[in-house]
């Protein structure tokens, strides 16, 4: 069976970033799409504005870019999702769900995260019935019907101003009196007219038949809890939670250390604690989540691949 010298599991910006540095290095390696449209969650994403070189952007031009540059200089990818993996011994094992076996002597977790569910009653079963955690995938749904976001973070309140050129009205529901989002991203919120912001308050349950109609919100400082509803007219109304993230590691638990988040730590180089493992981007513990940090990322991890088997390192 064919060993690999390298798979990359994961296809955002820092498996496309540890692909293209792989490739230029020669190196004989495979990387793994879970999803048809590569690019990780960077593509969900409306506007990035802080990319160097490419100012005023959006996330699905930036992960097409990333990919389609992997792909000219002759990356190779499959679309599989991986079930578990082996990587105690030199030669590791990456099991497939669709049976298939990989075999390699190092591997990149570039596995991201995932956007937090609510975690409240009637949220399962009205997703996509009303609910959503992607604004740039469901705006165009909400066309003119009221919209509330939740959180507080650069997230909500970027995705917020994104819904407003959609919907009619969309309103923050933020736990906190004061936002988390940078600055920079406060003062456009503030200015926009189609924003408001529901303070210091949390949804506590979601109604609906087969459509969001209705929820309940209660202030965390008096413990009021107010019912709101659809207006008539509509008959309905948009959820989007953007609560922040979780890793995508439910699957290295027990094999690679992770921080009581999940998130797998690794030294400067992006080493992990298996050696011949290597973690970069959004899955790692590091203190900035951004395309930039998970682009450098990928490359350090495949360069120290490259260094790991070469004599002249
Ligand atoms: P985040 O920064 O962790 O913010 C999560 C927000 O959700 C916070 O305001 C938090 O409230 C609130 N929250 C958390 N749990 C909650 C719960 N159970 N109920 C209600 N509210 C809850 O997450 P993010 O906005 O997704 O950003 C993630 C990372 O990506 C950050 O590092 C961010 O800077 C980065 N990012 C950057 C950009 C950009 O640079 N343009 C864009 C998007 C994201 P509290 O504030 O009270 O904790």
Redo the contacts with the bound molecule.
Sequence with gaps: MKIYDLVIIGSGPAGMSAAIYAQRAMLDFVMIEKEYMPGGQVVQ?Y????YPGIPKTNGMDLGLKFSEHAKELGAKSITAEVKEIYADEEIKEIMLKNGDTLKTRTIILATGEV??T??IEGEEKLKGMGVSYCATCDANFFEDFEVYV?????????EAMYLTKFARKVTI????DE????KS?QEKAFKNPKLFFMWDS??EELEGDDILQAMYVKNVKTGEVTKVEADPEDGMFGLFG????VPNTKIFEGIIDMDERGYIKTDADMHTNIPGVYAAGDVRVKS???VVTAAADGAIAAVQVERSMSDYF
């Excluded at 939740?150 to 970027?158: H, L, T, Y």
């Excluded at 529901?173 to 906190?176: K, P, W």
């Excluded at 953007?242 to 993230?245: K, N, Q, R, V, Y």
């Design positions: 994403t506007e990035v504005d802080n956007h937090q609510l975690g939740v959180g507080g973070g650069d997230s909500a309140v970027e529901i933020h736990r906190r936002l988390r989002a940078a991203i949390v949804v953007f609560i922040g993230t900035l989540r951004q």
